[in-house]
């Protein structure tokens, strides 16, 4: 079983902050995507990261996929209250056998306050 | 111009009851999917199905019964409702079944499902 361990759980921070949020597992995938979640809706597609090391920037936001396509993180820079949310990490796995099952992580709910 | 509905989006009711809630999506996509999320906002894929054709079946008590009367529609129909139900259910699409890249899923709005 894959399992995909988020970290923090929870992040408070003031508005103008950095944070860095954490996405690990001992499992391969071979796609890893990052989606974001507002209260009473669902989750919306942020980015996908596919090769290892690979770097996606989108506008404040930066994704990094780890060389060994195990861990990820998003980091974002001068934090906005907008930003406020709760932050997802999925994995694919091989996509000869998952027919586009996705691995969540626990999510990591992030307050920006003003 | 919704592109992933559900209904409802709250549902209240008694342990015991059989109720459904119904997903449909407007983007031409073969795939779709449920998903629950609990209390602590873990996302759990329960079912998928690639043009009415079931193809992902997680480990779920068989009192949840999906179907897929055509490709843009997946209902779950979920029997004999118990305490440990009540969460909030996702229905999600993707263009079709992923292959190395992993495709976009969208989601829809979800139904929080209460069973006193």
């Known amino acids: 079983t894959q399992l995909l361990e988020q970290s923090p759980q929870f992040l408070s921070i003031q508005e103008g902050e950095n944070l860095t949020v954490y996405c690990n597992s001992s499992s391969v995938f071979s796609s890893l995507q990052w989606y974001r979640q507002e209260p009473g809706e669902g989750p919306v597609l942020l980015v996908t990261?596919?090769?290892?090391?690979e770097v996606k920037k989108l506008k404040r936001l930066t994704f990094q996929f780890g060389d060994a396509r195990k861990d990820s993180s998003l980091h974002i820079t001068a934090a906005q209250t907008g930003d406020t949310g709760l932050y997802l990490c999925?994995?694919?796995?091989?996509?000869?056998?998952?027919?586009?099952?996705?691995?969540f992580g626990q999510g990591t709910i992030l307050t920006v306050h003003p | 111009d919704t592109a992933v509905s559900q209904t409802p989006k709250y549902l209240v009711t008694q342990m015991g009851n059989d109720k459904s809630i119904k997903c449909e999506q407007n983007l031409g996509h073969d795939t779709m999917y449920w998903y629950k999320q609990d209390s602590k906002k873990f996302l759990k894929i329960m079912f998928s199905y690639n043009n009415k054709e079931l193809i992902i079946n997680e480990t779920v008590p068989n009192r949840f019964s999906p179907k897929s009367p055509d490709k843009a529609h997946l209902n779950l129909h979920i029997n004999s409702l118990e305490l440990g139900d009540s969460a909030v259910y996702f229905c999600a699409s993707s263009q079709g079944i992923s292959g190395a890249v992993q495709e976009t899923q969208y989601f829809g709005p979800g139904t929080r499902l209460l069973v006193l």
């Open positions: 999925a994995g694919g796995g091989d996509g000869g056998t998952s027919y586009g099952k996705l691995t």
């Open positions: 990261v596919v090769t290892g090391g």
